[in-house]
């Protein structure tokens, strides 16, 4: 399973960005899917994830301005981000659940700053 991670960049603090994770195979092969983000100096954190069934989970502090969702189609998962603060930015990486095997993406890097 391979997983590629785009979207990432440099945006002002307010502004939106979307990440888009690629995967080699059919993404409802996964029990679940999800966004993890890693900024310097601490650990990685779960941003949000959505499972087979479709349900979302989201981290409290992108509640309300975060939005996870997926296209069967394009074996895609995204991660629509808004309202963008400083303490966003990190290293987001794509996950993939297949039983009890995890599959990580490489990474894009997002930095919110003026």
């Not at 987001?92 to 930095?111: K, P």
């Amino acid at each position: 399973v391979q997983l590629v991670e785009s979207g990432g960049g440099l945006v002002q603090p307010g502004g939106t960005l979307s990440l888009s994770c690629a995967a080699s195979e059919n993404i409802f092969n996964f029990n679940a899917m999800g966004w993890y983000r890693q900024a310097p100096g601490q650990q990685r954190e779960l941003v949000a994830a959505i499972n087979v069934g479709g349900t979302t989970t989201y981290a409290e502090s992108v509640k309300g301005r975060f939005t996870i969702s997926r296209d069967s189609a394009k074996n895609t998962v995204y991660l629509q981000m808004s309202s963008l603060e400083p303490e966003d930015t990190a290293v987001y990486h794509c996950n993939a659940l297949i039983l009890s095997q995890l599959y990580w993406g490489q990474g894009t890097h997002v930095t919110v700053s003026s």
